[in-house]
């Protein structure tokens, strides 16, 4: 499977030109390298713009859910479409939906750790929802949001029931970036999965995002990796038989003694 991440500045409060971005940069990277999936980042509409989502957030999705849809239909890619602010009646969720080459959406996910350092909770609700298994092209997927990467009992949660790739989608700023590269790696390793990130880039609100976008194979080797503070894409052939052959190799799984831990 080949993956396309867009490591993206996000203008802060300006929705409608994000979009434009983005189907630009789709359309480029459709022509130039014809991937399987497509990658986006967190809060890519908005960014964290907190004190403005009550504008900002979208009723259902909606119009940026239709938005991903007609090119996930046009160009016959698979679109794991980071997460946008989505209301719903009185609630503004940090939600993610992920497309198929139809245009369907296999899933939504909403953020279920929020960022006491950035006050997220004031302005956004929790999921409410475990984290799930989804398929694309018949490959067993999982998805988080940024802060989520923190707490492993999801990622486990998730290869425990045959997840081969995680995304991780994210706004994640630089003073924690070394915090941000190791938990990926960590995740990889332990759970003997691809780890796959798309990060946002640049300053909105005198907030600097990391970059680092990586993908991580199931030994935790980076098969690739995004500069610190540049807009980028970066592209790499996943081998999902790989996780198999790790897993064979090394049986962490059977060795689980769960009722000790």
Same mark, same amino acid.
């Given at each position: 499977m080949k993956i396309a991440i867009y490591q993206m500045e996000v203008i !802060? !409060? %300006?929705p409608a030109e994000n979009r434009l971005k983005v189907q630009s940069w789709l359309e480029k990277v459709m022509k130039e390298e014809n991937p399987d999936?497509?990658? @986006?980042?967190?809060?890519w509409t908005s960014s964290f713009k907190l004190k403005q989502l009550k504008a900002l957030a979208e009723p259902d999705g909606e119009p940026t859910k239709s938005f991903l849809s007609e090119l996930a239909k046009k160009y016959k890619v698979n679109i794991i479409g980071g997460s946008i602010p989505h209301n719903v009646e009185t609630n503004?969720?940090?939600a993610s939906f992920i497309f198929n080459r139809e245009g369907e959406v296999v899933y939504e996910y909403s953020k279920i750790h929020l960022v006491p350092m950035l006050h997220e909770h004031l302005y956004v609700t929790g999921g409410? %929802? *475990?984290?799930e298994v989804f398929e694309l092209d018949g490959i067993k997927m999982g998805i988080i949001i940024c802060y989520d990467l923190r707490f492993p009992e999801l990622a486990?949660? @998730? *290869? @425990?029931q045959g997840v081969q790739a995680l995304f991780v989608v994210a706004a994640w700023p630089t003073p924690r970036k070394y915090h941000w590269t190791a938990l990926q790696i960590a995740r990889a390793i332990e759970n003997q999965m691809y780890v796959i990130s798309c990060n946002a880039v640049g300053n909105v609100d005198d907030v600097t995002y990391a970059g680092n976008s990586m993908i991580i194979d199931p030994w935790g080797d980076i098969l690739k990796q995004g500069q610190d503070n540049q807009e980028e894409t970066l592209v790499q052939d996943v081998n999902l038989s790989k996780v198999v052959q790790v897993r064979k190799e090394v049986p962490i799984f059977k060795s689980r003694v769960?009722? @000790?831990y």
């Open positions: !802060g !409060g %300006k999936t497509i990658v @986006l980042p967190e809060m503004i969720y940090n409410k %929802k *475990a984290v486990r949660s @998730l *290869a @425990l769960p009722d @000790l």
